[in-house]
C-alpha cells in the first residue's frame, strides 16, 4: 500500500474530500465510505471518503455572490474566500462524480438520484463540472458542505496532498451509487462499526480515515455533527510520520489529542492508542 519514501519533500496537491452522514434506522447515523478499486495503483482496496484533487476549472465554476457570502473570509487556515469556494466546488465534483450524489439545487429543491445521475454521465461524456450542472438549470449547493478538518500528507510520503474536508447530510430523495472507475464498493455504516470492521480487517482504513471516524462516533446525531462541524476552530494538520527498524508509525494530532497508527504488513494501519 506504499510507494518508496522521499527525501526532498514533494508539494501537497490541493484536495477535497466530504464525508456524507444520513439518519440511520439502528444508530445514531451512518457514514458513507467508498472502496478504492484493486485495479487503482495508489491505496487499493482501501475504503475512504468520497473526495479527490483540485481541478483548476473548479476554481470558476460557482456563482459569484458565494465570494460575498464567506464577506472574505475562510475557515481554512492559509486560504482565502475564492480559495475555500474551490475547495466546495472540488468536493460537490468529486462527490457526484464517485458516488453519485449531486449537491445541487433547482426550484428550491436537491437533485433526486436520477437526476444526479444524468450530471454523472455528462462528466464522464467528458463535459466540465460547470458546464454540465448549468445545462440542467442547477445551482450548486455549496452551503450544504460544512468544513470541518485540513490534513496534509507527511512529507516524506511520496504523494502528498493538502486535504480539506466537508461534512454533508445525503439530500432527501438522493442515494448514493457506487460506479466511479476508482471505487468498486459504496458501504453505510455507523462510525463505531466501521471501527470494529477496521480493526476485524474486513474495511481497510487510512490514518485520516481512522482519526475522523474516531472523532465522530462521540457524537449522537447528525444535528449534533453539523453543530460540531460548524463551530470547530480548523487548524492545517500534517501528521508526523516515523520510520525505523520497528515499521512505520503515524501521529495524527487533533482537538480531540493525538490518533497514533502503526502499519503491520498483511493487516494495513492500526490504531495504537
Keep these: 500500500m506504499h510507494a518508496s519514501l522521499v527525501t526532498t519533500p514533494v508539494t501537497p496537491r490541493p484536495a477535497a474530500t466530504v464525508v456524507v452522514v444520513r439518519e440511520a434506522p439502528a444508530g445514531p447515523f ?6 478504492r478499486s484493486a485495479a487503482m495503483t495508489f491505496v487499493a482496496g482501501a475504503h475512504v471518503f468520497p473526495g479527490g ?9 460557482a456563482e459569484p455572490e458565494w465570494r460575498a457570502a464567506l464577506d472574505g ?4 487556515p492559509h486560504l482565502d474566500a475564492a480559495g475555500e469556494i474551490a475547495c466546495r466546488v472540488a468536493a460537490a465534483r468529486e462527490l457526484v462524480e464517485e458516488a453519485g450524489v449531486l449537491l445541487a439545487r433547482r426550484g428550491g429543491r436537491f437533485a433526486t438520484t436520477a437526476e444526479a445521475g444524468a450530471v454523472r454521465r455528462r462528466l464522464e461524456e467528458g463535459a466540465p463540472f460547470e458546464q454540465a450542472t448549468r445545462e440542467g438549470g442547477w445551482r450548486l449547493a455549496l452551503d450544504a458542505l460544512v468544513p470541518f478538518a485540513q490534513i496534509v500528507t507527511p ?9 480539506h474536508f ?18 468498486d464498493e459504496l458501504v453505510w455504516t455507523t462510525p463505531a462499526r466501521a471501527l ?10 487510512l490514518p485520516p480515515t ?16 453539523l453543530a460540531w462541524a460548524r463551530s470547530r476552530s480548523i487548524e492545517r494538520v500534517e501528521p508526523l510520520l516515523t520510520v525505523d527498524g520497528g515499521g512505520r508509525r ?8 493525538a490518533f497514533r497508527f502503526s502499519f503491520e504488513e498483511g493487516r494495513g494501519w492500526r490504531p495504537t492508542g
Design 196 to 205: 470494529a470492521d477496521g480493526l476485524a480487517g474486513t474495511l481497510v482504513l
Design 53 to 61: 484533487t483540485l481541478d483548476e476549472a473548479d476554481a470558476v465554476a
Design 73 to 76: 473570509t475562510s475557515r481554512f
Design 155 to 163: 512529507h516524506p510520503e511520496p504523494r502528498r496532498f493538502d486535504t
Design 250 to 257: 503515524i501521529s495524527v494530532p487533533t482537538t480531540a489529542g
Design 166 to 183: 466537508f461534512l454533508a447530510e445525503l439530500p432527501s430523495g438522493a442515494e448514493a451509487h457506487a460506479g466511479a472507475a476508482e471505487s
Design 210 to 225: 481512522w482519526a475522523t471516524l474516531m472523532q465522530l462516533e462521540r457524537l449522537d446525531s447528525v444535528a449534533a455533527l
Design 30 to 35: 451512518e457514514v458513507l465510505l467508498l472502496r
